[in-house]
């Protein structure tokens, strides 16, 4: 799937335009900047659009004119753009790599490459080490700082990637092997199985008697950029879309045991092992051995726990965080499962900067099976988002209750809105306008550079309006790309429990909570709500790495509010 690629280089074409002065530009960056987003955003392979309907086809996607589509087209026939080509040239930057740290935009970027001659983030740390940029006019030495921190960061972060980005490729490399034939089972393992937020390499296991012909097949997977080590029972290789996998074939009799060891982690094995030896078994990757040197594994992991006299336990739970001690007293908790979700309730239409009418977002939640969804659009001080006003909204809920109303009851759209919370803590709507909305959603976006007891009192006021009905996005932190603001989340959630007031945990690319964060705040006497912050239909299927971070941090479905069907749901936000 090229689609990422291409997103890429077309916004690298936008920055590149950006430069540059003629009448046009400006035109033209807007409508790079537009393709990119849809194609970054689309779930079909852009290969597979331009297959089925050719140019005319990819000139149907939103944003998508005439000009950009031909160059699409070139690079699905060429792997080449010729513009982009010439533009690198002018401008040879590194430019996705720059842009990936935190506080360099495109123009700033750019501005560095003319000035300082700046290429790359190589020649960006150098500038830095030597106090350069502290000195051009417009940036100065708050500006180093803040390039610093993002340096740091990207370097902290770097090498792992996204759940969900990282999942369906996996699970995607499955499919095929289980397809070859060649295998009996297969499946993901590693952090990947254990929905751990970012993944550092990918782990696969299969049954098979035929190792040599399925590493053969799995290193000619058109997924496959290169192979690192390949052998009749373990290979691993460089995958295009920038992971390491490694494949592991299997014995029948070795599965449970191997697939134990390699869910992991690491630390929650080691402690899973200290309780085969006080038992007087021996536990590795190849099976549990008893004290007369018998294999009693077998084929499921569940035989290894209850050999161990332990329950089993989700995958998601194995980070030794006292799951262990749970389970040998046989007390895990019965989590919660993406089934369990009855609806979702931050979602975003193109009233705003979504992508879809509110009625397609209506109708693909009913697709899902869902009973309802709450529909929050971003307010007025956002810009970019083209937030609305007062009146804005009061236009979204009139349409609402008509769309209700045709909806006979068979679906239900909450009237809502993701509010900003400003920065002194009051609300980016009137109380009038709030008050008519059945789930408000409260959200921290801008001035976010707050030392950590002004942030606090400021979530804190906006919380005691008592018009919030979820908190979005408590820490504001975007997985890999923002790092979260400082807050004292224990007194926020102090605040939530007085007042009612839901945390989120963001399904989107931001994970936020984190599982450490809702295992720090479970301990008050709040609710949680697992939305997607969908901008497009497509994204509600975001919301098992929602579900997957909250087993991760202990939840049952009774503590998630948009768990409960309708009536209970409408009682609870009344609240
Ligand atoms: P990652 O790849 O960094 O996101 O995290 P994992 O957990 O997938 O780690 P990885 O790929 O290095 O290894 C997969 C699993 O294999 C890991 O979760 C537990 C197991 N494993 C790896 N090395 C060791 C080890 O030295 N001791 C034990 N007990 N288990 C290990
Ligand atoms: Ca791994
Ligand atoms: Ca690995």
């Not at 000009?67 to 026939?77: C, L, M, N, Q, V």
């Not at 902290?156 to 995607?172: C, D, F, K, Q, T």
């Not at 696969?204 to 053969?216: A, Q, T």
């Not at 059945?438 to 007891?453: L, P």
Request: hydrophobic share 40%; aromatic share 6%; net charge positive.
């Amino acid at each position: 799937m090229e689609n990422k690629r291409i997103a890429e280089i077309l916004s690298e074409i936008a920055a590149m335009i950006s430069l540059t002065d003629y009448p046009t530009a400006k035109f033209e960056v807007r409508a790079y900047q537009k393709a990119s987003l849809t194609i970054g955003t689309l779930q079909e392979p852009i290969e597979e659009v331009y297959k089925k309907g050719g140019l005319k086809a990819l000139m149907e996607l939103p944003g998508v004119g005439k000009s950009i589509a031909s160059h699409i087209e070139e690079y699905i026939k060429t792997g080449k753009i010729k513009k982009y080509d010439d533009l690198k040239r002018k401008y040879p930057i590194d430019m996705a790599g720059l842009t990936s740290i935190q506080g360099m935009g495109a123009k700033k970027a750019l501005i560095l490459y003319k000035k300082l001659e700046i290429k790359n983030i190589d020649d960006l740390k150098k500038a830095l080490e030597q106090h350069k940029i502290s000195k051009l006019e417009g940036f100065g030495p708050r500006s180093e700082e803040v390039l610093q921190k993002g340096l740091a960061f990207q370097a902290s972060s770097s090498g792992r990637m996204l759940i969900s980005e990282a999942l369906p490729v996996a699970e995607n490399l499955v499919a095929q092997l289980i397809k070859s034939g060649l295998v009996e089972r297969a499946m993901v393992a590693g952090s990947a199985r254990r929905m751990r937020e970012t993944v550092g390499d990918l782990d696969l296991l299969v049954i098979s008697k035929r190792g040599e012909d399925v590493m053969d097949f799995f290193i000619k997977l058109k997924d496959v950029e290169s192979i690192i080590a390949k052998g009749p029972t373990k290979s691993a290789v460089r995958l295009k879309m920038g992971l390491n996998c490694d494949l592991r074939v299997l014995e029948p009799k070795s599965f449970g045991a191997a697939v134990q060891y390699f869910t992991g982690s690491k630390d929650h094995n080691i402690q899973v092992r200290q309780i085969a030896i006080d038992k007087g078994y021996k536990l590795n990757e190849y099976g549990l051995l008893d004290r007369k040197g018998k294999d009693v594994g077998g084929l499921e992991e569940e035989h290894i726990y209850e050999k161990l006299g332990m329950q089993w336990m989700p995958p998601e739970m194995r980070e030794a965080r006292g799951e262990v001690k749970l389970a040998l007293a046989h007390k895990i908790p019965t989590l919660i499962e993406v089934k369990d979700i009855k609806g979702d309730l931050h979602t975003h239409t193109k009233e705003t900067d979504g992508a879809n009418s509110l009625e397609e977002m209506a109708q693909a939640a009913m697709k899902l099976g869902y009973e309802y969804i709450a529909n929050t659009d971003h307010t007025k001080s956002e810009p970019v988002t083209k937030g609305k006003d007062d009146k804005g909204f009061e236009q979204i809920m009139k349409k609402t209750d008509k769309l209700n109303d045709s909806l006979n009851g068979k679906f239900t759209i909450l009237k809502g809105a993701e509010c900003d919370i400003l920065k002194d803590g009051s609300l980016d709507l009137s109380a009038k306008t709030l008050k008519q909305m059945d789930c408000v959603v409260g959200a921290v976006h801008m001035n976010t550079k707050m030392d950590e007891k002004q942030m606090t009192d400021r979530i804190i006021k906006a919380l005691d309006t008592g018009l919030i009905h979820v908190l979005a996005h408590p820490t504001g932190r975007i997985v890999n790309i923002r790092e979260p603001y400082k807050v004292d989340l224990e007194k926020v959630a102090e605040a939530a429990e007085r007042n009612n007031v839901v945390l989120e945990i963001n399904s989107n690319s931001r994970l936020d909570l984190n599982d450490t964060n809702i295992m720090l705040v479970s301990k008050y006497k709040v609710m949680f709500a697992i939305d997607t912050d969908s901008h497009r239909t497509h994204e509600y299927s975001l919301i098992r790495y929602g579900v997957g971070t909250a087993r991760r941090g202990w939840l049952t479905k009774e503590r998630v509010l948009n768990a409960l069907q309708l009536d209970k749901l409408k009682k609870m936000l009344a609240k």
